[in-house]
């Protein structure tokens, strides 16, 4: 039988800082595109919107509770990059926000922006998988698809898709703006995620396969 041999630590840990830096660069192409935000953040900004705190307080708050659900049902999946995740994303998306201000605007007409939001889905899918299959610790909401892949006879991409439906949902009900990019988003990140983590990021995180004798 075939089993995924683990590559050294630093390795691994500069796969997950690469992922969760370009991770900002998807935000980024996702707010320019003005077609909807992922999932996940169009309902932590609709709840916001709703009680009046703002987003990044919205998203602490959210965040621990999907933390808690993390050291309950599966804590080995919390590590570094757990916190790295959960408190670098925003700085890595206004680092690419200055950056990419000079080059980007919003485009006028509707396939430019559709260009930018389906680049968007793409990085932010790439660098999921990047920083998921460093496993130096799982994002507390990407946690969730994971446990539930682990508890549910579900294929991960289909996890992911029923969370990222069920977050979209919660948008629609508290009054957020689901748009295109919300709708290609929960359809789409998990499929994405699952095909870069195959075919890329186990072999820049250094994972190869060697036989074993049952």
């Known amino acids: 039988m075939f089993q995924l041999k683990n590559p050294i630590w630093w390795r691994r840990f500069l796969v997950m800082i690469f992922g969760v830096s370009i991770m900002g660069m998807g935000v ?3 707010k320019l595109s003005l077609m909807g935000n992922d999932p996940h953040s169009a309902m932590v900004m609709a709840i916001g919107n709703c009680i009046n705190l703002s987003f ?3 998203l602490i708050i959210i965040n621990s509770i999907w933390f808690i659900l993390e050291i309950f049902l599966n804590r080995k999946l919390i590590g570094i990059g757990t916190f790295f995740n959960w408190f670098c994303v925003g700085i890595f998306a206004d680092m690419w926000a200055n950056i990419l201000d000079n080059f980007l605007t919003t485009p006028d007409n509707m ?3 559709f260009i930018l939001m389906f680049t968007g889905v793409i990085i932010l899918s790439f660098s999921a998988a990047l920083y998921q299959t460093a496993n130096l610790g799982i994002a507390p909401y990407d946690a969730i698809s994971l446990i539930m892949d682990e508890h549910f006879p579900l294929p991960y991409f289909w996890c992911r898709i029923i969370t990222d439906s069920a977050c979209a949902a919660v948008t629609f009900l508290f009054g957020g703006i689901v748009g295109l990019g919300t709708l290609f988003c929960a359809l789409g990140l998990g ?5 870069f983590t ?3 990021a186990r072999k820049l995180c250094g994972y190869e396969k ?3 004798v049952p």
């Open 198 to 200: 195959k075919t890329v």
């Open 191 to 195: 499929p994405f995620i699952n095909f």
């Open 111 to 113: 396939i430019s922006r």
């Open 56 to 58: 990044s307080s919205m």
């Open 28 to 30: 980024v192409l996702f």
């Open 210 to 212: 060697t036989v074993t």
